[in-house]
Nanobody
Framework: QVQLVESGGGLVQAGGSLRLACSSSGGTFGSYTMGWFRQAPGKEREFVAVISRNGGGTFYADSGKGRFTISRDNPKNTVYLQMNDLTSEDTAVYYC???????????????WGQGTQVTVSS
């Protein structure tokens, strides 16, 4: 059973940056595609970014292109999301997810973290 724990969320001013981390345990981290999703109040969960098993492939939602960078460190069983130039529209709970055969759809992921709150003040 894979367990995922996010960290790094918090309160930041508009234009600021945050780096989220998601630590994995209980499975072979390198065998999973890793994704980041977010859910704002009153909205559905949405895709943010994804990285392939070996880190060679990444894809971003339009909302994060040019501002967000997803990366992973397989020996450390950790995936990161660097977020720059944050706006109030980025305020949400951010979740990491692991899937054996997954890309941008939440239904493709097998395991989820509990989420970390990101609040951007304008």
């Amino acid at each position: 059973q894979v367990q995922l724990v996010e960290s790094g969320g918090g309160l930041v001013q508009a234009g600021g940056s945050l780096r989220l981390a998601c630590s994995s345990s209980g499975g072979t981290f390198g065998s999973y595609t890793m994704g980041w999703f977010r859910q704002a109040p009153g909205k559905e969960r949405e895709f943010v970014a994804v990285i392939s098993r070996n880190g060679g492939g990444t894809f971003y939602a339009d909302s994060g292109k040019g501002r967000f960078t997803i990366s992973r460190d397989n020996p450390k069983n950790t995936v990161y999301l660097q977020m720059n130039d944050l706006t109030s529209e980025d305020t949400a709970v951010y979740y990491c997810a692991a899937g054996r055969v997954a890309w941008t759809l939440s239904s493709q992921y097998d395991y989820w973290g509990q989420g970390t709150q990101v609040t951007v003040s304008s």
